[in-house]
């Protein structure tokens, strides 16, 4: 048995749910988190969690709140060595023989300073891993998250980039890509075609959106405005993870924002998407410029909502359905053996896939 020291990202509950399924998988090992906000609380549920500190993303109408982001950022980094040195000692009280991070800034800092090994497992790594097809008009945002992943996350000794799209590693880089992971439930629910869309919101909310899906000819099974009951052809949901994938197995397509982890839910269940990424958030900007190019739907913004965007992208629903289903979205055997053998010998393998 190994005892792991696992960092996890606490913004929103991707990153945790990511985490809880490898975690759960590596069931004969003894586990420490640290984590923050919501990736606390979900973690706590089932393990020990130390909080910490969190240089987080923050969101304010549809788009990335960029002085409240910087301010968080800036009142971690002035906290940072008193953040380490407390850590540093439940770390030795905890005694761990690797350590893991799923996008979190303090983990990765304690193993280098206890000189023990540390895998990154996550999505964003993926941007700095790879190189990519960006337009012009995103070189700005593009630049700004290689320079936090660069300078804030970028301490680990290699890297697991999770990722429904596999471009090249850039030579020299300790790093691989492998497929996304899905949490267990997801493989309990069995596809099927339904008329409905399913339309998710995640980490903010767009005020155009729910007059935009009054004039559709479909129903939608709307998630993400903490509400329930019926507005014409519109149905909210509150959140429940058992109701939300039977829904989404069940779409014709997917309404969503660029959040890698439902995207990657949609794909394995063969559904099309369209993707309405918060602006200033190069990661989802990414994740839906991929979408179109791989075939798998459309990327567009908030501003482009109109009835002729859901005809145009209603009429091409047949080639995205075809494009999904000519490709696999789940990597977990893959990725629960890397882990394993990152836990066994405190290195992974670059070359060759698990």
């Known amino acids: ?148 992943i660069r300078f804030l996350f970028s301490h680990c000794d290699q890297y697991l980039a999770i990722s429904f799209y596999r471009p090249p590693v850039k030579p020299g880089l300790p790093g691989r890509i492998a497929p996304p992971i899905l949490r267990e439930s997801v493989g309990k629910v069995e596809a099927s075609q339904g008329d409905h869309i399913l339309v998710y919101q995640s980490c903010s909310i767009c005020d155009d959106l729910v007059p935009f899906l009054k004039r559709l000819q479909r129903p939608c099974l709307v998630y993400g405005y903490n509400r329930s009951g019926n507005d014409g052809n519109i149905t909210f949901r509150p959140y429940s993870e058992t109701q939300l994938l039977e829904d989404l197995a069940s779409a014709a397509y997917v309404i969503c924002g660029g959040g890698h982890s439902l995207i990657s839910e949609s794909l394995y269940y063969g559904k099309p998407i369209l993707s309405l990424p918060v602006a200033g958030a190069f990661e989802q900007q990414l994740n839906a410029i991929y979408i179109e190019h791989l075939g798998y739907g459309m990327n567009r913004t908030m501003a482009d909502l109109s009835p002729a965007l859901i005809a145009t992208f209603e009429s091409k629903l047949d080639s995205y359905v075809e494009s999904v289903a000519s490709q696999t979205f789940c990597g977990n055997t893959e990725v629960f053996g890397t882990v394993e053998g990152f836990v066994r010998t405190g290195r992974m393998d670059i070359a060759s896939s698990a």
């Not at 393990?47 to 240089?55: F, G, H, I, K, S």
């Not at 709140?65 to 540093?88: C, S, Y």
């Not at 540390?118 to 999505?123: A, G, I, M």
Request: glycine share 6%; charged share 20%; hydrophobic share 40%.
């Open 1 to 148: 048995m190994a005892r792991i020291l696992y960092g996890v990202h606490g913004t929103q509950h991707g990153h945790a749910i990511r985490a809880l399924t490898i975690a759960r998988h590596l069931g004969e090992h003894e586990i420490l988190f640290v984590s923050s906000e919501e990736g606390a609380e979900l973690l706590a549920r089932e393990y020990r969690v130390e909080t910490a500190l969190n240089p987080g993303t923050r969101y304010k109408n549809y788009q990335i709140d960029t002085p409240a982001t910087l301010k968080l950022a800036a009142n971690v980094l002035r906290q940072r060595g008193r953040e380490v040195h407390r850590l540093v000692k439940i770390a030795e009280a905890f005694k761990p023989d690797v350590c893991l991070s799923d996008y979190e800034y303090f983990v990765p800092l304690v193993s280098k300073k206890m000189g023990i090994p540390c895998l990154s497992v996550d999505h964003q790594h993926v941007i700095s891993l790879c190189s990519h097809p960006v337009p012009p008009k995103l070189w700005i945002d593009y630049a700004g998250i290689s320079t936090s």
